[in-house]
T-cell receptor, first 114, second 110 residues
Framework: DTEVTQTPKHLVMGMTNKKSLKCEQH?????MYWYKQKAKKPPELMFV???????INESVPSRFSPECPNSSLLNLHLHALQPEDSALYLC?????????????FGSGTQLSVL | EDQVTQSPEALRLQEGESSSLNCSYT??????LFWYRQDPGKGPEFLFT???AGEEKEKERLKATLTKKESFLHITAPKPEDSATYLC???????????FGTGTKLQVIP
């Protein structure tokens, strides 16, 4: 199994809602990532978990809260988002998080904030 | 700050018409340069990693090369199924952070 699975595929939420994005991989990878991608822009790193510990937080607003319950699962909790947060949210994994490792991406969650 | 610039932004080719995509980078201590392919509404799919100047890698109709300042993705006799956005990315230092370029959107017309 070489897949990274993200749910849901699409999400529409109001600015007062609380929702969560989920990501799962069964490749035995120990590093997992959240990226944000606006239309026609490159992916931008948000968070990195390495061995279930948060290792990089790219100064993301606190309305985004990551959680890594175990080495196979990664969640992104969303609260009080703004319309400008509408984007494709991509989860990725790599073997250990060391330099030079290729990333395996999921298909993403397309988020619309109304 | 690491910078990655890709050109052209968009490229339209006839089927069988070979061409090259460019990725220029400015980083301190390159650890790896990556090429990914991204289809609309999907996550990027890994193609190649290049580690040092002079290195080349091939996969089917694609060939990636690396110099000290840039990388090229050569597409030989492309087919319509090669249509996608091609992303270049760099990783520097000991960091886990990968910086992506804005991509080249390739369209191959039958």
């Amino acid at each position: 199994d070489t897949e990274v699975t993200q749910t849901p595929k699409h999400l529409v939420m109001g600015m007062t809602n609380k929702k969560s994005l989920k990501c799962e991989q069964h490749m035995g990878h120990r590093a997992m990532y959240w990226y944000k991608q606006k239309a026609k822009k490159p992916p931008e790193l948000m968070f990195v978990y390495s061995y279930e510990k948060l290792s990089i937080n790219e100064s993301v607003p606190s309305r985004f809260s990551p959680e890594c319950p175990n080495s196979s699962l990664l969640n992104l909790h969303l609260h009080a988002l703004q319309p400008e947060d509408s984007a494709l949210y991509l989860c990725a994994s790599s073997v250990s998080g060391a330099a030079n490792e290729k990333l395996f991406f999921g298909s993403g969650t397309q988020l619309s904030v109304l | 700050e690491d910078q990655v610039t890709q050109s052209p932004e968009a490229l339209r080719l006839q089927e069988g018409e070979s061409s090259s995509l460019n990725c220029s980078y400015t980083v301190s201590g390159l650890r790896g340069l990556f090429w990914y392919r991204q289809d609309p509404g999907k996550g990027p799919e890994f193609l190649f990693t290049l580690y040092s100047a002079g290195e080349e890698k091939e996969k089917e109709r694609l060939k990636a090369t690396l110099t000290k300042k840039e990388s090229f993705l050569h597409i030989t006799a492309p087919k319509p199924e090669d249509s996608a956005t091609y992303l270049c990315a760099v990783q520097a230092g000991g960091y886990q952070k990968v910086t992506f370029g804005t991509g080249t959107k390739l369209q191959v017309i039958p």
